[in-house]
Nanobody, 126 residues
Framework: QVQLVESGGGLVQAGGSLRLSCAASGRTFSSPNTGWFRQAPGKEREFVAAISWSGSTYYADFVQGRFTISRDNAKNTVYLQMNSLRPEETAVYYC????????????????????WGQGTQVTVSS
């Protein structure tokens, strides 16, 4: 099995920044594709950003250049740097992963991801 553990969430004021981490462990495979999703109370889980096995990145439209996804292969960790955070972005943030090198562009739909972390709470105060 693959275990994903998120960290780095917390309370931040509007306009502030946070860096989330997603550390993978356990049984790993080649060609990992990692995505970040978020879910606010009463809302569906939505795509935020993803990085494919090839290093291609993809962002949700609402990111608008404020977030950056990156990875450290040696640490098997993916990061999400979030700047200029807004109160409406308060949510539980999840990282997820699937293994495939079929496409260079990462997938954005939650059902396409096979492994999920437990989530980390991000609260943005106004």
């Amino acid at each position: 099995q693959v275990q994903l553990v998120e960290s780095g969430g917390g309370l931040v004021q509007a306009g502030g920044s946070l860096r989330l981490s997603c550390a993978a462990s356990g049984r790993t495979f080649s060609s990992p594709n990692t995505g970040w999703f978020r879910q606010a109370p009463g809302k569906e889980r939505e795509f935020v950003a993803a990085i494919s096995w090839s290093g291609s990145t993809y962002y949700a439209d609402f990111v608008q250049g404020r977030f950056t996804i990156s990875r450290d292969n040696a640490k098997n960790t993916v990061y999400l740097q979030m700047n200029s955070l807004r109160p409406e972005e308060t949510a539980v943030y999840y990282c997820a992963r699937y293994y495939s090198r079929l496409y260079r562009t990462p997938k954005i739909n939650p059902p396409d991801y096979d492994y999920w972390g437990q989530g980390t709470q991000v609260t943005v105060s106004s």
